[in-house]
Each structure stands twice: as C-alpha cells, then as structure tokens.
C-alpha cells in the first residue's frame, strides 16, 4: 500500500488522474474505427469456423463439429475505467447476438446415436477485461490480459425429424449447466477476445508516458520508479502465498480421489470404442506457479490481485483401466499421466484495516486450459478416445483442483504472516 500511497499523493498524484482520461479517451472515442487495427497482420481473425467442442451430459457423448458462425461477432466498448496509479484499466464489452451451425453427433449408451445438425444461439455475452500494464522507456505496455464472463446467455438446439430439439436446457444441475455455457463461451468467443487484446495492445502503443503526465519529465521518472517498486511488492506477496499454500500440500499431503472415468464411442459407421479408469488418483498439485507479474486492481476500498499461475505438471494415476477396440478388450493398471494448465489466474482481495493489518480473501481460482502432456502411454490410447478423456477430464477434475486449491490458500492467507504485514 506504501507504494500507491506515494504515487497517489502530491503533484504526481494529481497529473496521474488525468492521465487516465488522457489514456482512454483516445480508445472511447475510436473503438470502432481502424485506428488500432496495427496488430492483426498475423491474425487470422476473419474466419468464421469455430474449434469441435465435445462434452458428456449424463450418458450421452456430444460433439459439436464442422461449426461456423452466420456473421462476425461485434465487440461494443460499453465502459473503460483507469487505475494508472496501479497501471491497471478495467474495460466492459459487450459482444453482438450470434448464431452458429453445424454438425452435432451424440453417442448415448442408452439410445441409438444421432448425427444432425444444430443451432447454437449465444445472447447477451458481457466480458471483463483487466489489463496489466508496464512501462518501457517512455511507453506504457500491457503485460497481461484476463477475461472473466460477466453474462452469458446460450440456446442449443438439434433437428430430429421435423422439430427442433434444445440440449442446454434439459440439463438440470446448476454447476453443470455453469461449466457447459464457460466451456461453450470461452471456445466460441476466441477470435473476438483476441481481436480484443490486438486492439489494446495497439491502442497503448500509441500512448507516451510522458503525454499523458503532461510532460513533466520528473514526476514521470519518480512515477516510473514507484510503479515498479510497487509490482515487486505485490509479486513478491503472491509469491510467498503460492509458495506456503505448495508447502503446506507437501507437508499435509491430502489424498485427492478422483471419480471414475467412462468414455464409450459408439457413433454410427464408426467401431465400439471404449475407455474406463477406476481408482483415480492426482498428484503433483503443489507445484503451482506464477507465470506473469500481476495485475494490481483498485475497486472501491479494496487492492484487487489478478494473478497469472499455471501448474507445471500435474499427474493423473489410473489405478485400474479398460480399453475396448470392437470386440478386443484389454485391462491394465497403475499407469500415470501428465498434465499441465495454461491461462489460469487467481484472484485476491486486499483490504487495509488499520496499520500493518490487512482483511485478504480469495475471491476466484480459475483453471482455463488442462492440456494432455504426451507420455509413454499415449499410444495405448486411440486419439478420438484421447480427445474425449481430455474433455471429460476437464469436466470432471478441473473443479476438484480448483475446489482443493481454493481451500489451502484460504488457510494460509488468514495467517498472522499475511493478516499483518507491511507492504
């Protein structure tokens, strides 16, 4: 806090307020023209095909393949705020209705397997974007974006015969229904948030330092200086959190069981496939790091930290598991798989009681991607069933990981060390 406050007080602080005006003025007013359009030349942002999305409702198996939007989304700024002080800016956006088709192919255990096509209706898509700046010689720079999804809205249907089927909303359990539309948003809104992070990173390539503080070149020295005093300070404190949550997994060692895995592929014209894990097992969950420095948020009364972390290698143990090609089944045990994740973050909230006496919460621990490290068993598999694991694992495992992870920093951000501290 010591940092902001210096930034904060006196001449510095006066011209660092408007300098947030000076900064977003620009993006509020030229948005939706062309001129920060300076980052797209390796873009391939005006394809319309969406990735093949694949999720397990109850038995049934669903792809969504061979997918293209109707039009582009539209990205409308609907507000833009600055914390130069703690060079963060917040920007709301709200993206245009869109409708996609495709392919849709559900393999259910129960019923016989459908291949269709469907409609995907996204409405009323609202994104949160926190940058994270930097400055370098005499321009600001973003070190690091993150998305969060305000609202979102999805309506899938399918056709069978003559009528129009919804999937979406026959789904009844409220966390599934939230991890469904998260997995179908964030897959489906990639080239838009993309072009979004293309933009800002234009728009701010643009800004001088010195501009926006009116150039005097002596409070944007001492401006320079505290700023980074101030990252330090806060990746330092993140650092010391992540590293006593990692010890205190190694000391208290929890069992983390995992639940049964069951992929069956039985689509038409295409052989039995099948894969079952019993007995599940992770390890490797205390190795938790930060990625980037992160992103320092004044909301109201509170410092709010956006911290990029990522595991490096998390180990999935089957204990026992069958593999079934048509007719021909094979069982073995006590294999080992090799994972990482890329994108996530934490979320944590400081607020300053008195002197040296601070109230921190963890408001969110988000894993975005769990990504499959290749092993010595990964010919074992069939790819098809790889693709189908990978998915439901994300499913099935991402939220234990963020549900155990969530509990051990609570406990160790209620500590004397962090509740009383100077920084």
Known sequence: MEHIEKISAGPLGQLVEGANNICLEPIRCHWDGTLFNGHRENLNLNSHDID??????????????????????????VSCTGNLKTLS????????????NGKIRICSVLDQSLDSTYKLHLTNVKIKSVVGLYIEEDSYRIGHIIHEFLDARISLLYKSGSRMIPVYDKVQDKSIKHSLVQYIINNTTKNSTTLIESKLKSAFDLMSVSISLRNDFSQRDIFRIHTKNMKVAFNNLVDEIIDATNLLLIQTVPKVSLPN????????????????AFRNSLKGFNFLLRRKSCIVSMEKD??????????????????????????????S????????????????SIKKLEENKFDLNLLEFKIDKFIFL????????DPSVRLWINSTLEFKVVPLIEEMFEKYIRLIITTDKFTKMNI
């Open 302 to 331: 509170l410092i709010v930290l956006y911290v990029p972390v990522d595991f490096a290698d998390l180990n999935i143990r089957f204990r026992q598991f069958i593999i079934k090609h048509g007719e021909v089944e094979s069982k």
């Open 89 to 100: 800016v917040t920007f709301v956006f709200k993206l245009s209705d869109t409708m996609i």
């Open 261 to 276: 895995i069951s992929v069956i592929l039985n689509f038409k014209k295409v052989e039995k496939k099948c894969f079952q």
């Open 333 to 348: 045990s006590d294999i080992e798989e090799h994972y990482k994740t890329e994108g996530s973050y934490l979320t944590i």
């Open 374 to 381: 290749d092993t010595d068993n990964q010919t074992v598999i």
């Open 52 to 77: 093949d999305l694949r999720f397990k409702l109850g038995f049934d198996h669903v792809e969504l393949v061979q997918s293209t939007m109707v039009e582009k989304q539209s990205i409308q700024l």
